[in-house]
């Protein structure tokens, strides 16, 4: 199953990739919410090679997660695997510079089920695609607004 999206943003390409990047923000916004997150490369500055564990209830259930980049290519594009028991994912966040003060950003996330339990489980979100998008779509632009929020602070 794979969800899409695009939008553009007032700010340039490399300050939009920055703020993209910025995995410490990423990391205590999951632990906000309750997840037993863990960095477990050694790595000092962001790259390929990163990765994290989390931990977190979903409906009830005690889930894992583990993310890792692949792909870091700055100021162009980043791709993250995500593994679980069960399901293989990876969101790939790409940037194109329209002018010097306007960036795309296009996003994906695409989850493939790895057993029959993981398929059972995508199964009915299949029946509710169309929904799913829609809201994957607006809560990507609603992320996007706060990061271009930010961006015109500090500027």
């Known amino acids: 199953m794979k969800f899409s ?8 390409i490399a300050a939009v990739f920055e703020m993209l990047s910025s995995f410490e923000h990423y990391e205590r916004a999951a632990m906000r919410r309750g997840a037993d997150v863990r960095r477990v490369d050694g790595l000092s500055v ?12 979903l409906r009830g259930k005690q889930r894992s997660l583990s993310v890792e980049v692949i792909t870091y290519d700055p100021p162009n594009e980043m791709v993250m695997e ?3 028991p069960g399901l293989y994912g990876s969101t790939n966040c790409e940037l194109i510079a329209l002018s010097r003060t306007r960036t795309r950003i296009m996003i994906a996330l695409e989850v493939r089920p790895q057993t029959l339990a993981a398929r059972v489980m995508l199964q009915p979100l299949k029946l509710t695609k169309a929904t799913l998008n ?3 779509k607006a809560r990507a632009a609603q992320y996007l607004k706060e990061v271009e929020a930010g961006y015109q602070a500090r500027a």
């Open 134 to 136: 829609k809201r994957f």
């Open 5 to 12: 999206t695009q939008e553009d943003m007032e700010a340039p």
């Open 82 to 84: 995500l593994t679980s």
């Open 46 to 57: 962001p790259g390929i090679g990163m990765k994290w564990d989390a931990q977190f209830v």
